[in-house]
């Protein structure tokens, strides 16, 4: 089954610890997204990345670290600096970073 | 700065009933618009891409318009199911890979 696979589903954090969400695709899509979405908001982009090494910063990407070693792979580090990391995050890749974005089924995070 | 506003924020209808979603945006020099579907607690579904050079997108019982020189586009479901209670996201893109997506409309189609 091609798709995208985000782990865990759920996530706890406590203080001032680095946690780290999976993103894994096999679509052999080259382009890669974190997005964050709070309650009754729309999506927000953290971090993209267009090919394998390199990324770029989204909007709100304070606090928050990735790594692109493989095209199948763009896991995101919630780090102790950002100070309000509940939210869900959704994973997103496409063919290209001209194309439709397909989104994995998101990893909710809450602090303990 | 591009702002992405969806009015209503939530929307309850009969079944059977054909509804239209609208989704408003400030600047009109966009690549693209694309709706998206939401069901709770999980992840995003494409639903329809508009380009900027096309006026709508038709699938199934969904269409799509864009009128870019006004700054909105619609989305209209025909005869409305259960099945299609989801929030319902626009986003347009303005380069090739940054989507800025409206706050949603929360859809309830009741039986």
């Known amino acids: 089954d091609g798709g995208i696979t985000q782990s865990p589903k759920y996530l706890f954090r406590k203080e001032g610890q680095n946690v780290t969400l999976s993103c894994e695709q096999n679509?052999?899509?080259?382009?890669m997204y974190w997005y964050r979405q709070d309650p009754g908001q729309g999506l927000r982009l953290i971090y993209y990345?267009?090919?394998?090494?390199?990324?770029q910063k989204g909007d709100i990407a304070e606090g928050y670290s990735v790594s692109r070693e493989k095209k199948e792979s763009f896991p995101l580090t919630v780090t102790s600096a950002q100070k309000n990391p509940t939210a869900f995050y959704l994973c997103?890749?496409?063919?290209?970073?001209?194309?439709?974005?397909?989104f994995g089924a998101g990893t909710r995070l809450s602090v303990l | 700065k591009q702002e992405v506003t969806q009015i209503p924020a939530a929307l309850s209808v009969p079944e059977g009933e054909n509804l239209v979603l609208n989704c408003s945006f400030t600047?009109?020099?966009?690549?693209?618009l694309q709706w998206f579907r939401q069901d709770p607690g999980k992840g995003l579904t494409s639903l329809l891409l508009?380009?900027?050079?096309?006026r709508e997108q038709t699938s199934g019982r969904l269409n799509a318009s864009l009128d870019k020189s006004s700054g909105r586009s619609t989305l209209y479901i025909a005869a409305s199911q259960p099945g299609d209670s989801a929030t319902y996201l626009c986003?347009?893109?303005?380069?090739?890979?940054?989507?800025?997506f409206g706050s949603g409309t929360r859809l309830l189609v009741r039986p």
């Open positions: 986003a347009v893109s303005h380069s090739s890979y940054k989507l800025i």
């Open positions: 508009i380009q900027s050079s096309q």
């Open positions: 997103a890749s496409s063919i290209s970073a001209k194309n439709i974005q397909y």
């Open positions: 679509l052999n899509h080259d382009a």
């Open positions: 600047d009109s020099a966009i690549y693209n």
């Open positions: 990345s267009q090919i394998v090494n390199d990324f």
